[in-house]
Nanobody, 124 residues
């Protein structure tokens, strides 16, 4: 079993930055792919970014490419989502997730464990 706890959400102005953290505990963190998803009010949960255990070739949804960066520190059992140049449309609850198998990191259904979510609000 893996427990995930997000932190770092809050209020930011458009053009500003926030860094989300996802602390993992339980089983071996380094072997999991880690993903970030978000859900805005009235919308479905959507993929934001993912990174495999080897930390190479991260993946992003097109709307955040060039603005968001996903990273992981296996020694600290933590995944990060650095969000720059924030836009009001980035407002959502952000969730981190962990995947045990070698699945499609863009699909929320491939993930085995989820955090409780952290609110990000971007004002214009």
């Amino acid at each position: 079993q893996v427990q995930l706890v997000e932190s770092g959400g809050g209020l930011a102005q458009a053009g500003g930055s926030l860094r989300l953290s996802c602390a993992a505990s339980g089983r071996t963190f380094s072997r999991y792919a880690m993903g970030w998803f978000r859900q805005a009010p009235g919308k479905e949960r959507e993929f934001v970014a993912a990174i495999r255990w080897s930390a190479n070739i991260p993946q992003y949804v097109d709307s955040v490419k060039g603005r968001f960066t996903i990273a992981r520190d296996n020694a600290k059992n933590t995944s990060y989502l650095q969000m720059n140049s924030l836009k009001p449309e980035d407002t959502a609850v952000y969730y981190c997730a962990a995947m045990e198998r070698f699945g499609d990191p863009r699909s929320q259904y491939e993930y085995d464990y989820w955090g409780q979510g952290t609110q990000v609000t971007v004002s214009s």
